[in-house]
């Protein structure tokens, strides 16, 4: 469970000071959804903001130095916003139920005195309402600082100890080994912190997709596996995943996606003698099926998306980029419903979308459309759709916001 209302972003390439949706620092604004949609010309940021949650994921993995090397993104120096002195840093605002206050968690990262990426600054705060200040039940500075175990407790900026009867005796100092890891990932694997480790296994179930179709098409040799991995590649292993577990629910998701695919009558697994399984694609006008190899772009991606939205155990946040590439336009509106009614409410997953598609756009209510612009000075501003003047207004009269988009209603307004 768990989603985030919110996320800031400082000095990460064009995105110099983005905020979307709501933080602890902008408690006021509106929580993102559980679909987000991220619109905005070539150039205005969408990628970086995609890569904002690959980077956080791979710092987890990897550590930040080569988190910072990896992705073609050029190192520290490549990252940081031109012009800016650092630290590149996130604020996200997390929310694990509708009765749990939410959780910010503040990462910075800065250059050490030898030059290379640490990570300077790593909090973990909540509010409880009775005290009315936020808490921090982690705080680490150069690796060095506190964190408390079990369910609650805490510390203000002033040093007092709050929230329960042992929270003193739960306040843990804590010493890094290594200051480029993330210490929510040390302190996580260990029982006792209980809302660290909670938080971490939130990080830990992004699905950041790069889909590729020809990926998709190669032959795969091993088992069923629950979860697609970034490219596709094991497509076929993850439908015969959900074949074994659940067929009634896979021959469910199968039927839905042959409706949304007109040329497609029927979609079947076939299980070879060696263990391996392949998807057959019957074709109107066709007496023989085709396999998955042989199908095109749009229809395994389709296929992947449609998968990924019936997860049995749901990955908690997916960012998809430009997922139109490749797609049928009529498809792509099909698509933003199906993901749309599935996500609806709740807090078991949450999808991130880039795009240039006004089809999908139009599917999507203003307040789930982000705007990205360059500004004035070069770096990316960030708008609700519906913070647009004229946008209520036309969206009362039924405009769609693809429409309004395309008809230039979010140029040069910010
Ligand atoms: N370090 C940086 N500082 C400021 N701006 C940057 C930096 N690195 C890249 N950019 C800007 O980011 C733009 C690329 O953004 P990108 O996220 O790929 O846009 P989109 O995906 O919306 O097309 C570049 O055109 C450049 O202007
Ligand atoms: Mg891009």
């Known amino acids: 469970m768990g989603k985030i209302e919110g996320i800031r972003i400082q000095n990460y390439g064009p995105l110099k000071n983005v905020i979307i949706g709501r933080t602890l620092s902008h408690r006021n604004l509106q929580p993102l959804g559980n679909l987000t949609a991220v619109i905005g010309a070539s150039g205005s940021g969408k990628s970086t903001l995609a890569d904002v ?10 550590g930040v130095e080569a988190a910072c090397d990896m992705n073609n993104r050029g190192g520290f120096e490549g990252i ?10 996130f604020e996200l605002y997390y929310r694990e ?8 968690y503040e990462l910075e990262i800065n250059l050490d005195k030898m030059g290379r990426p640490y990570i300077q600054l790593e909090r973990l705060r909540y509010r409880v309402q009775k005290i009315g200040r936020p808490l921090s039940f982690l705080h680490l500075q150069n690796g060095k600082g506190y964190a408390f175990e079990g369910k609650e407790g805490g510390q203000d900026e002033d040093g007092n100890v709050f929230g329960g009867e042992n929270s003193k005796a739960q306040k843990k100092e804590v010493e890094l080994a290594d200051i480029r890891k993330p210490g929510v990932v040390t302190l996580g694997a260990m029982k006792q912190y209980d809302r660290i ?3 971490l296994s939130f990080l ?5 997709c790069y889909f590729s179709p020809d990926e998709a098409r190669k032959l795969q040799t091993s088992a069923p596996q629950p979860y697609l991995d970034r490219s596709g590649s094991n497509i076929n292993n993850v439908a015969q995943y959900m074949y074994r577990e659940n067929k009634k629910e896979f021959e469910k998701v199968l039927q839905l996606i042959q409706s949304k695919l007109p040329g497609i009558e029927k979609i079947e697994p076939q299980k070879f003698d060696n263990g391996q399984m392949m998807l057959r694609f019957w074709e109107k006008g066709f ?3 085709f396999y998955s190899s042989r199908m095109s772009d749009g229809t395994l991606k389709l296929f992947a998306y449609y998968l990924l939205l019936h997860e049995k155990n749901p990955r908690r946040l997916v960012f998809i980029e430009e997922p139109e590439n490749g797609l049928y336009h009529h498809y792509l509106g099909d698509l933003a419903e199906e993901m749309k009614r599935n996500l609806r409410g709740g807090y078991t997953k949450q999808f991130f979308i880039t795009t240039h598609s006004p089809f999908f756009v139009n599917a999507l209510s203003p307040d789930d459309v982000w705007v990205l612009a360059k500004g004035p000075d070069g770096y990316s501003v960030a708008k609700r759709a519906a913070e647009y003047p004229f946008v209520k207004e036309l969206a009362e009269e039924g405009v769609s916001v693809g429409d309004m988009w395309y008809s230039k209603y979010f140029e040069g307004m910010e």
């Open 287 to 289: 007496d023989t099926p």
């Open 97 to 104: 139920s509708s009765r749990l206050t939410p959780i910010t």
């Open 53 to 62: 949650f690959g980077f956080i994921a791979d710092c987890l993995e990897l």
């Open 204 to 208: 830990k179930s992004w699905y950041l």
């Open 80 to 89: 940081l916003s031109r012009g800016a002195d650092g630290p590149i840093s």
């Open 197 to 199: 480790e909670q938080f």
